[in-house]
């Protein structure tokens, strides 16, 4: 998308009006789906809007909509555009975080965890593509995790710190997704932070008993696939014996007498 083709969104996007920017959503997600690639900047811009799009929203039902209207965006797009996109918001939150004010911060808390969310479903809708999930977990450990960029905010490494296993765990229906690969940025930041209470923190959220009941689930899951293969495996050792029976068997008849 060209630089020029996504201000009128942005400008629209960050209306006074209501109507004004839930339309210009509206076109937006068509575009989005419609839209074979997307460029960084372009969807800086774009994210630069949504943004204002967010801060404008008044009252907490029509806040709440408007986040998962927001993170939803993430499905309509191909997973080129889907990791540019990714990027883009995690980057403007970075740059916006501390400008955001006390009145305000509920809603920004919620819009990061469902993007958590949804970026977490995207991955399990396209079966946890290794590239995609690499591409992912990258731009988490860039941006969203990093551990010593002085451009993303503590606060917000706090809040996706205390949220990302059990947003993991939800998106995760079927216990089949690559749980080190997708923890990986989580572990890093605990190791690597010089900031001791964010150390801290990670080890709490990695403590989770969430997160060892989801890992008990992924045990068992494995265990009665494996038993699975061996009854199945004795089933057919058991039909291949009953065929030489009866092969023996049939030997052995010397028909109807007369």
Request: charged content about 35%.
């Amino acid at each position: 998308m060209a630089p020029e083709q996504s201000n009128p969104f942005i400008k629209q996007l960050a209306s006074s009006d209501r109507r004004i920017r839930e339309r210009a959503l509206s076109a937006l997600r068509t575009y989005l789906q419609q839209t074979p690639s997307l460029d960084l900047t372009s969807a800086l811009k774009l994210h630069k809007g949504l943004y204002y799009c967010m801060w404008l929203s008044d009252k907490p039902r029509p806040q709440q909509q408007l986040a998962r209207d927001l993170a939803d965006l993430l499905h309509v797009l191909k997973p080129d555009s889907f990791l540019v996109f990714a990027r883009a918001f995690w980057q403007t939150m970075s740059r916006e975080w501390n400008e955001i004010d006390r009145w305000r911060m509920d809603k920004y808390l919620y819009l990061v965890r469902l993007y958590v969310q949804e970026g977490f479903v995207y991955l399990r809708q396209k079966k946890w593509e290794e590239g995609l999930v690499e591409g992912y977990v990258g731009i988490m450990e860039e941006v969203g995790l990093n551990v010593r960029d002085g451009k993303v905010p503590n606060g917000l490494r706090y809040h996706v710190v205390d949220i990302y296993v059990d947003e993991l765990d939800e998106a995760d229906e079927k216990d089949d997704a690559p749980l080190e690969v997708l923890l990986a940025p989580l572990r890093r930041l605990g190791k690597e932070s010089p900031v001791k209470s964010l150390r801290e923190r990670v080890q709490e959220g990695l403590d989770n008993p969430r997160l060892e009941d989801w890992a008990g689930r992924r045990e068992l899951g494995a265990e009665s696939e494996e038993d699975d293969d061996q009854e199945d495996g004795a089933d057919v050792q058991s039909a291949g014996t009953l065929a030489h029976v009866g092969a023996d068997s049939d030997d052995d008849f010397g028909g109807f007498e007369d």
